[in-house]
């Protein structure tokens, strides 16, 4: 089995326990999740604070359309994150929170990879 395909049922699986524990465990697992949305936050904000604050100089180097593209996604994803806070969760909005999240990682990352060569 391709690796991508093994990381897609590896996040539906952990998506579809989130939305049957929701069902069956009620309000334990309702402050369970704010926590864990309030953790995924605050390491999302650190590993953007500290991707940034590395890496300046190269991030100085990228054209207005790189800059936007790395700077939205960047922000999407705390949005999304701070919406979660907001959202009923189901299976597919468990599926969707996690496919943007890996959607704006992943652009983030390939904006910092074109960077590579360049200084």
Do not use: E, H
Not at 44 to 69: A, D, E, I, M
Not at 76 to 103: C, D, N
Request: some cysteine; overall charge positive.
């Amino acid at each position: 089995m391709p690796r991508s395909v093994l990381n897609w049922v590896v996040v539906a699986l952990i998506a579809a326990v989130v939305a049957v524990l929701q069902v069956l465990a009620g309000p334990v697992i309702a402050i369970l999740l704010i926590v864990i949305r309030v953790l995924i936050l605050a390491a999302f904000v650190y590993f953007l604070f500290t991707l940034w604050r590395k890496n300046r100089q190269r991030l100085s180097y990228l054209s207005g359309r790189q800059k936007l593209l790395f700077y939205g996604a960047g922000a999407l994803l705390l949005l999304v994150v701070l919406g979660s806070f907001l959202l009923s969760w189901t299976l597919l909005t468990t599926l969707l929170f996690f496919a943007v999240i890996g959607g704006c990682a992943y652009v983030m990352w390939r904006v910092y990879q074109d960077t590579a060569g360049w200084y």
